[in-house]
């Protein structure tokens, strides 16, 4: 079969309230191929959201469908791991429980899943916080037992909903790197949303952004920054210049979405 | 922590203190003839009943507490095997929900007293009759408490369950549980106190031991002595059974211990 992994064919979606009718996202099309890393842009209440939770089988279209291989996603999907703004980790099982889940579930042996999960403790630096429970971490270890629990189920996709949103600034830029380390040359499709165009370009292989609600496609780029990206990546005149044309085009989207005519 | 330990020592004096301030003065009052003992003995005078009523050929108390404790565990706990499984079932299932809504909703307002002449016409005065008072005063509450415990476990832990690969049974016993677990175990508390009524009251209607018995006998006989021994026994009890529940709760909940 071809690359393309996940396929969205005009897909739309509405929610019914007692109020009104309102539609979350229109006509919205989109391929991802494998090994790929999607950044979805767009401003709060676009429906990126609504798209991700689609593809993880939350909530289906009203119309259009979306393909994983080929196939319809109608239910929840595990092969479409989620990592959640706010960690959804489970608060009474300890750092190596959360992550063993997946695999505990789908019958691995408990020696065999400790192993794997104890190789990723490593990796991720959460050596020696294995039997310490969720609400003993801080928010960017609590994000990153979350991201080991989603990679340790070997999610054919990881879809990525604004994870980063809820840390500081700082630890923010840490854990893009981190995702960079733990994915570079892993060959893992990310799909990932935000509403930050810096972690879209430092992240992505390619961007597409949204319009304001109902969201559609309102453009799509290849990023060709070079990888390795390090942090110093943000001051070259080629990502200036990528955030510069960024901007201009989620801009007018934002400024919809706030109500506010431009001057 | 070492301030912390002080202040726990500093609580424990300062309570101590009080408790013999009370006693002290609910003694000094009653030797000095303000009060007839006969309406409310001295602390000495019920201790001289307690010891009474322990030792000697009248050794009557232990057995009470332990009869009274045995209808009370045995009724409540049958309360919570049933109705602890089954409200976990109906708060996951809308279907279940609301097919046996309508009699929960009739059972649950009726006080456990209420079903004394039933039981008793069902099962005379034995021991059964005593853990089916207790039962039916405790269940549709253990029902209703989790219910709600399971209604209230994040939806968005139940997804990433899901998202997992969690099949509808281990989200169930993986997610549902465990996160409603806290607040059954708090309904269950009060469900216990409950539990305590509705001996007690079974007791006095028709026993022939318990401490609900050697209370209102002792009423009957004026001794007054007698019913506040008993009346003591009932918070020491529920007092001891405090402490083992506080236990067993943080065996329950080791994540719940660091906070």
């Not at chain 1, 007692?18 to 919205?28: G, L, R, S, T, W």
Request: charged fraction near 20%; charge should be positive; include cysteine.
């Amino acid at each position: 079969m071809s690359d393309i992994l996940i396929r969205a064919d005009n897909v739309s979606k509405v929610f019914h309230s007692h109020k009104e009718d309102v539609e979350a996202i229109h006509d919205f099309s989109l391929t991802v191929k494998k090994g790929e890393i999607v950044c979805i842009v767009g401003a709060s209440g676009c429906g990126k959201s609504t798209f991700l939770n689609m593809v993880a089988g939350f909530i289906q279209p009203s119309s259009g469908r979306i393909l994983l291989e080929g196939q319809e996603i109608t239910k929840v999907e595990p092969r479409c791991g989620m990592i959640f703004q706010n960690y959804a980790l489970f608060p009474w099982m300890t750092v190596i429980e959360n992550i063993t889940f997946g695999p505990r579930l789908k019958g691995v042996q408990k020696k065999v899943r400790h192993e794997q999960a104890k190789q990723w403790i490593k990796r991720v630096g959460l050596k020696g916080f294995d039997y310490s429970y969720p609400g003993e971490l801080s928010g960017g270890m609590q994000q990153r037992v979350a991201l080991t629990r989603a990679l340790a189920n070997e999610p054919d996709v990881l879809l990525c909903d604004e994870p980063f949103g809820a840390l500081d600034a700082m630890t923010r830029q840490a854990m893009q790197q981190e995702l960079l380390r733990l994915m570079y040359k892993s060959n893992q499709t990310i799909l990932f949303i935000t509403h930050s165009i810096d972690e879209a370009l430092i992240l992505s292989d390619r961007v597409v952004i949204m319009s304001a609600r109902p969201g559609r496609v309102k453009a799509v780029f290849e990023n060709d920054l070079p990888r390795p990206r390090k942090l110093e990546l943000q001051l070259t005149d080629r990502y200036l210049e990528l955030k510069r044309k960024v901007w201009s085009l989620v801009e007018e989207e934002v400024v919809s979405a706030l109500g506010i005519r431009k001057g | 922590m070492d301030s912390k330990k002080l202040g726990l020592w500093h609580s424990a004096i300062v309570g101590s203190a009080g408790f013999i301030f009370f006693v002290g003065l609910w003694e000094v009052v009653v030797r000095l003839g303000f009060i007839d003992p006969f309406f409310l003995p001295a602390p000495s005078q019920v201790m001289e009943r307690a010891l009474a009523m322990t030792t000697g050929k009248d050794a009557v108390l232990l057995n009470d507490i332990r009869m009274s404790g045995t209808r009370v565990l045995t009724g409540f706990l049958l309360s919570a095997v049933v109705g602890v499984p089954l409200g976990l079932i109906m708060g996951t299932s809308r279907l279940v929900r609301a097919f046996l809504n309508p009699i929960v909703s009739i059972i649950r307002p009726l006080p456990a007293l209420s079903w004394i002449p039933l039981s008793m016409l069902w099962l005379g005065i034995d021991e059964q009759q005593k853990y089916a008072i207790v039962f039916m005063g405790c269940f549709a509450s253990v029902l209703v408490y989790t219910i709600d415990a399971t209604l209230k476990v994040d939806p968005l832990l139940i997804l990433a369950a899901r998202n997992l690969g969690a099949k509808r049974l281990h989200t169930l016993r993986f997610i549902v549980l465990p996160g409603a677990l806290p607040n059954i175990l708090s309904g269950l508390k009060v469900v216990l106190a409950i539990a305590w009524t509705c001996v007690i009251s079974a007791e006095m209607v028709g026993a022939n031991s318990g401490l609900g018995f050697r209370i209102w006998t002792a009423k009957e006989w004026s001794d007054t002595g007698q019913v506040l021994v008993g009346m003591l026994c009932i918070s020491l009890t529920v007092l001891v059974l405090d402490i083992i529940y506080r236990v067993i709760e943080k065996v329950l909940l080791p994540w719940k211990r660091m906070s």
